[in-house]
DNA sequence: GAAATATTGTTCGGGACCAAACACTTGTTG
DNA sequence: CAACAAGTGTTTGGTCCCGAACAATATTTC
């Protein structure tokens, strides 16, 4: 993952990205602030997760997915499986193969429901218990990091509008 | 991935998430609007580009990766494909298994480099470029939909935010 | 209460994804 | 110009990731 930033030559900056749009699609009919919009969110996230892939989780052994998913187990403190890939974002299938993952490293375990046998519960082993209370404040602090040139308003504001497109969009999911 | 909205139960919504985690670190020195800042840039990301596989990319084989590999090639009208790997967010070992595929559906060609032999030069093929053109609107529609929540001026304000903090990382990225 | 339906986690096939090792080409330096 | 260094795309091994098919269990329906 640093190999990408390793290669950043400055050619193609956000700038001259958004210049290129410009220049390539300024005779179209677009929305190009709904575009705008969220190309920058996306460009941000993926930005954001390897700035913390580096950093946070560079030593743990951890990927991404590994961590969100020890996190939703932690906050939630229980879990059933099929609550534990919603909340993470992830298919259940995918879930599966990462509780493998997980439980191959003694960070996580599975059990089976006590009364319901198709359902299987996840918690987290002593060990994954100690790292997510190391890794969580490094995480946190990353993450003033990366929100360090946002000021207390932009911030909040920001969440908000993201908390609206999420809800829109759940609220859409299904019509 | 639809599978993973069909089986939304609603048992955490957004909104309780954030309690269960107000409960469980309430304790801990935290910077929470940091933390509900970056949070809610990977919530809104995943949702946005589960959102628009399942409308825009649903029928045409393409994948979100294939897609804006596609779209950055079509933007700069052709290109060496460290640039493309670097525009598109990836690593230049993903970008080569997908220009495989890609190039099996006959929608990209390498090319290559006139003068360097170690570069490589990817353009659309007319049918590739055929299929950005009907198919980008149908994005940018559905990019629409997605901020449709959100006023032009909170747009701005959020896309202006998003590349504050891309810039920030960007610039730290290698200190 | 047996049959039909729904829920749940796993498996499977194929693509995406990374870092590291690699082979090849170009550029630099003595 | 020859050794060395740097740049470039590909390969490799392992994980993630999805949708679909599946097996097992629970619930509903009649």
Redesign the pocket.
Known sequence: ????HT?MTGHHTLRSTEEAVGDRLGGLNLDFEAMWAVSNIYRASTAIRNHLEQTVLRDTGL????FVVMWVVWIWEES???HVAEEA???????????K?LESYRYVQ?MPHP??????MVTLTPSGERLMRTLFPQFNQEEAFVVRELDSERRRTLAASLRLVVQHLESAGRP
């Open positions: 993952m640093r190999e990408r290669e990927t991404w997915t590994g059933e499986t099929r974002g992830i298919a259940k299938g995918t879930l599966t193969g990462v509780l993952t599975r009364t319901d046998r198709r359902r299987v």
